[in-house]
């Protein structure tokens, strides 16, 4: 897996500028079967108080009103890639002029060893930083809501944070005059600071949440951060870094993606800090896209399955009330490549229970893609590469654009738009 995902990354350095076209017309013009298009709709949504107000809101961004939208996805490698989920991000905030908000939470991945996102870059010296996953059963320390920690235990190092990297060629690009970094506040083995220190307006550490804020004079897009062990300290004393935030006061859309390769929900419930850290957000919006990884067993527990699903909505619920959840349905996929899985079935039907327990909304990807054994076909069409449980660059796209499709859909319903004009807006975004 790390392998394809390595390749997927370097296929994406050279296309990423063009990432944002609307690809998903020209895919049905060619493979008018593969898509199952009227299951493309937000289930259950019209039912839902919640995903009312969420569209409210989000009309009101359209309309070029300067009010600030929260979306936070997460998932497992889908979504710490953050491909398709980059693609609603680049859609949504280049919608017009107010759209744009702050990049907001990330985690610095290479610091641990793993695939980061194109679109911003954290460098130190790696070799010095050893990363945790909570997907990894034998990893073992404290994670926040990233679900991933980078570890460090020299002197030490500088971090250089650049809020902008692959995204140089859209219209996209974030600046920061507050940053957060979340770490274990609650020893002080080692000092953080900002090395410009002339840049620095207020230095604050804030116990709920973990982490340290600095407030700067100006707009940044680049800042450096020392970590260095203090005086005193021993030697097996540990820095553990569990993410950043890049703000602003910049309304628009904030879109938020949180991902761990390997993550399902047993993972994100060993992150003892991340109802803590996801309380400080409140989203307006949050993207459930968690099971591929779940099903990845042929020892799949249903019950344990909809259990955990339904204690994380339960827990989003509990940090805002008037959240809506959309609960994605994972993709079709095969088994050690040679079986297709039918635990998605099971799951399929236990995220339709509990959206209409919950009145919140689905979007079956699983029956989109045309049900059990689809992705063999998605494969022949080279969408997913030989696992078919990943996609292909171009099959991301045509995830993104499809969710997007099924978002405009709904968003046009809601506020009594003419069927395809927002759509119609999103699609001329990137030519």
């Known amino acids: 897996m790390k392998r394809l995902l390595s390749l997927l990354v370097v296929i994406l350095l050279g296309v990423y500028a063009s990432a944002q076209e609307y690809v998903l017309d020209s895919l049905l013009r060619v493979h008018p079967g593969l898509v199952k298009q009227e299951a ?121 944070i650049r809020s902008n990297y692959k995204n140089d060629d859209l219209r996209t690009r974030y600046c920061f005059n507050r940053l957060r970094i979340f770490y274990d506040t609650w020893t002080d083995d080692y000092q953080v600071r900002v090395i410009d220190s002339s840049l620095v307006l207020s230095d604050s550490l804030v116990d709920r949440g973990k982490f340290r804020e600095f407030r700067f004079g100006g707009d940044l897009e680049e800042i450096s951060i020392e970590v260095r062990r203090s005086e005193g300290a021993g030697k097996d004393s540990e820095f553990l870094l569990m993410g950043l935030e890049m703000m602003n006061d910049e309304p628009g859309i904030e879109y938020t993606s949180i991902g761990a390769n390997g993550a399902k929900f047993d993972s994100y419930f060993r992150c003892e800090l991340f109802e803590e850290q996801l309380s400080l957000y409140r989203p307006d919006l949050f993207i459930v896209s968690i099971g591929t990884n779940d099903a990845y067993t042929p020892n799949f527990k249903p019950e344990k399955y909809e259990r955990q699903y339904e204690e994380f909505i339960e827990m989003v619920q509990r940090v805002n009330p008037d959240c809506a959840l959309l609960l994605t349905v994972p993709n079709d996929s095969y088994y050690k490549r040679r079986y297709p899985n039918r635990n998605t079935e099971q799951q399929q039907q236990i995220i339709h229970k509990l959206a209409r327990k919950h009145q919140m909304a689905v979007w079956d990807f699983y029956e989109i893609m045309g049900g059990l054994g689809a992705s063999g076909q998605w494969y022949e069409n080279e969408l997913m590469p030989k696992d078919r449980i990943h996609f292909t660059l171009f099959g ?13 859909k709904q968003w046009e319903h809601f506020t009594s738009r003419p069927v395809n004009s927002i759509l119609t807006h999103f699609k001329a975004i990137g030519e």
């Not at 993104?400 to 978002?407: K, T």
């Open 40 to 160: 493309n709709t937000l289930y259950y949504a019209e039912d839902s108080p919640a995903f009312h107000h969420f569209f409210t809101q989000l009309d009101s961004v359209y309309q070029g009103k300067k009010e600030k939208l929260h979306i936070m996805h997460i998932g497992g490698s889908h979504i710490q890639a953050d491909f398709y989920s980059n693609k609603l991000r680049t859609y949504l905030q280049n919608m017009n002029e107010v759209a744009t908000s702050q990049r907001g939470f990330v985690f610095p991945y290479h610091l641990a060893h793993t695939n980061n996102p194109l679109n911003y870059r954290v460098e130190a010296n790696n070799d010095l930083w050893e990363g945790y996953r909570c997907s990894v059963s034998s990893h073992e320390t404290t994670w926040g809501l990233a679900g991933v920690t980078a570890a460090f235990r020299e002197a030490v190092d500088t971090i250089t």
């Open 396 to 408: 991301y796209s045509v995830k993104a654009d499809l969710l997007l499709d099924a978002l405009v």
